[in-house]
């Protein structure tokens, strides 16, 4: 009989695959890419059209001998690596390191599967096909670019900040989206506004008696917001515009002047890509993006389930489609309508996300078998395991169920010229929330469904509360993956390793969730604008996105791309060596000396920014933190502030006499205090602001 060969990836994908196929099949595994672009150089040749110069990547020399032996024995060989350009193009290496297509009497298959499943696996045997050079060629040029950037920046940042530092075609797109978020948060000045609400009573004696008896159990007054005049709505942006509208409302009636009933829809979320599962993640799990993809990985490669052996529990972690295979849905149609009800399975997806483009390559990521339930297999799995898999058994659930129902109540109350809205809803049918999705939306019960128009409500109290607009957000990592595909910056599987490489050069710190960009990250991000902005100018970074990927489908010419970007590259590097060395650092001499050696301590650079060094290294070692003082007295007890940094690297204001005195600010402060209400003020921008929440007071500098 035939003896077949069946390459994979993943070592862990082996035992799974094996058990599915007969004894004349061997599966073996490559551990992931096997040739690339050397390390010691650019490794594509500029001068003869950019032509790529692969090596055997080390450690990789005992694989390929071990798989040159199994393809000896085998008649027929299948390449099964991953189903997407990555894995393509792993095949396509495998193909030229093991020498397949200059083998005679060997046939030789790429075979492809979204889950690994016996029934995907067989099904990929039945359907071989050729390697698909387009996709190939997409994986190479994007290799290509990501070289070129990095090994033609990367020196310059060497040169003018310091070693070990590195620039990416995604990655520096990524940190200028960091820091055009910082300079928006630093520059934002809050703005004052007010809300009114109104606390109200039944009336019985105008409503009568009937109406009142219906309501007599409801002591809780309704609470109604202040939603303007005759006119249209009113913005209270401040005390004043409050106190005009309690005076016009004193001694005022409140009649129900509007009453609407309605019904609202809610309907089932699609199921989880690449992007949408790393924000559910982090959100609901507290992973990071890395974590997620590690534990999607094994979830997708195979885990020993009781009962069913060793099994892939999800499908392809990386994709951007939300598409699902009719088999699986027609399989959750019937899942759902015997455990939850007939009423529950919704009929065919048409629906399709908007706002991205998406490469329908792939189904979402969804339970290879919805009948495996997280309680059957949560013994078989550790914790982090089975709560990613539970996480993604329920939104996929959810998906193929109904949309849930609610009753909808809108009251309009009119006091004088000024209206006040009072709202209630309540959920008739759970739909899918059934399968577990927790319900974003208030419940606020139908409080409301006994009035009627023309009735007067009794006020029990007016309250008027202060408020400021606040900053824009922190990115997170969540949020971060969710602006990069918006923006269309990088694909699924690049999301994750950007944000570690950022976070692993420390442009990047994260405390909490949130990501701050550090001193060294504002540095290269300032380098790379004034020297390279196409490289981070998002919309060309997103039409090279779109590019790649018509490379991918064969309709744009890989070597095109190429000779359309490299040149320009080349002519800005050596305009930037040749024009900013200025902006090269150098040790700067400082007050303190060295206690050890009596030597001044210069000022040097580090990951996490200034730090004092004694110039006698490596004879005297002495460091200490870089302390800049910024001429302002400490508004707590009267020692001199300075500029610090957090462990990760985040910059704040203290005090000197730390610890002694715990004052901190994030916000650079100033001599001058409030006039308004005598706290400290802090610089932002242009304009001092009061540091004080409840003040609001700010002042314009420059007309000073």
């Given amino acids: 009989m035939a003896k077949y060969l069946v390459i994979v990836e993943s070592p862990a994908k082996v035992k799974t695959i094996k058990k599915f196929l007969g004894s004349n099949y061997e599966v073996d595994a490559s551990g992931g890419h096997v040739r690339d672009l050397p390390k010691s150089q650019l490794g594509i040749d500029v001068e003869h059209d950019y032509e790529p110069k692969y090596i055997t990547i080390r450690g990789k020399g005992d694989i390929l001998a071990k798989l040159r032996k199994e393809v000896k024995k085998a008649d027929v060989i299948y390449l099964a690596t991953d189903p997407d350009r990555e894995g393509e193009a792993i095949s396509w290496h495998l193909m030229k390191a093991l ?31 050729q390697l698909d050079m387009s996709l190939v060629d997409a994986q190479q040029t994007r290799r290509i670019l990501d070289r070129m950037v990095g090994y033609r920046i990367s020196p310059l940042l060497w040169a003018k900040v310091k070693r070990g530092l590195s620039a990416g075609r995604v990655q520096s797109a990524a940190l200028r989206m960091i820091c055009d978020r910082e300079e928006e948060i630093d520059a934002f000045i809050p703005v004052e506004y007010w809300e009114l609400e109104a606390d109200l009573l039944d009336a019985p004696s105008s409503a009568g008696p009937k109406a009142g008896a219906a309501r007599k159990g409801r002591i809780k007054p309704l609470t109604a917001r202040f939603y303007g005049s005759e006119k249209g709505r009113m913005e209270l942006k401040s005390r004043e515009d409050v106190d005009e509208v309690l005076n016009a409302l004193k001694d005022c009636r409140y009649l129900v002047d509007e009453v609407k009933k309605g019904e609202r829809v809610k309907k089932a979320p699609f199921p989880f890509t690449t992007s949408t599962l790393q924000q559910e993640a982090s959100k609901v799990l507290n992973f990071s993006t890395q974590k997620t993809m590690r534990l999607a990985q094994q979830l997708y490669e195979g885990v020993t389930v009781k009962g069913y052996g060793t099994i892939g529990l999800i499908t392809y972690l990386r994709t951007d489609s939300t598409r699902v295979a009719e088999e699986a849905a027609a399989a959750a149609r019937t899942y759902i309508a015997e455990t939850y009800g007939p009423a529950y399975a919704a009929g065919e997806d048409t629906r399709k996300a908007k706002g991205v483009k998406i490469q329908d390559a792939h189904e979402a990521i969804r339970p290879t078998d919805i009948r495996l339930t997280p309680a059957q297999v949560k013994d078989s799995l550790d914790r982090d395991q089975f709560r990613l898999y539970q996480l993604i058994w329920k939104r996929f659930t959810a998906s193929r169920m109904t949309s849930a129902v609610y009753e909808t109540m809108a009251v309009k109350v009119k006091a004088d010229g000024y209206y006040f809205n009072l709202s209630a809803a309540k959920r008739v049918f759970d739909g899918y929330l059934c399968a577990g999705i927790e319900d974003e939306e208030e419940e606020t019960g139908l409080s409301l469904e006994n009035l009627k128009e023309g009735e007067e409500l009794k006020l029990s109290k007016l309250r008027e509360s202060q408020h400021f607009t606040q900053p824009p957000a922190h990115f997170t990592e969540a949020s971060l993956v969710k602006a990069l595909e918006e923006e269309g910056i990088g694909r699924p599987s690049t999301y994750a390793p950007t944000i570690t490489t950022l976070l692993g050069r420390r442009y990047v710190a994260k405390e909490k969730k949130n990501l701050y960009v550090t001193e060294l990250g504002e540095v290269v991000n300032r380098i790379m604008k004034e020297n390279f902005p196409s490289i981070v100018d998002l919309k060309f970074t997103a039409n090279m996105e779109y590019l790649l990927d018509g490379v991918g489908d064969g309709s744009v010419d890989w070597k095109t791309v190429v000779r359309n970007f490299y040149p320009d590259l080349d002519e800005a590097v050596k305009a930037a060596e040749k024009d900013q060395q200025s902006v090269t650092i150098e ?118």
Wanted: proline share 6%; with cysteine.
């Fill in 99 to 129: 020498k397949l297509d200059e083998i005679e009497g060997k046939k030789v298959y790429r075979i492809s599967f979204n889950e690994i499943t016996k029934n995907a696996v067989k099904t990929s045997l039945k359907e071989p096909r």
């Fill in 587 to 704: 040790d700067e001499q400082s007050d303190e000396i060295c206690e050890l050696c009596g030597r001044r301590m210069v000022i040097k650079y580090g990951p996490h920014g200034k730090f004092l060094a004694c110039p006698g290294f490596p004879e005297c070692k002495n460091t200490k933190p870089y302390l800049e003082k910024i001429g302002v007295a400490c508004p707590k007890c009267g020692g001199e502030l300075v500029e610090k940094k957090t462990r990760k690297g985040r910059r704040y204001y203290g005090c000197e006499n730390s610890p002694e005195c715990d004052f901190m600010s994030w916000q650079k402060p100033s001599q001058t205090r409030c006039p308004k209400c005598g706290s400290y003020m802090v610089e932002k921008g242009s304009k001092l602001l009061c540091s004080s929440e409840t003040c609001g007071y700010s002042v314009n500098t420059s007309k000073m």
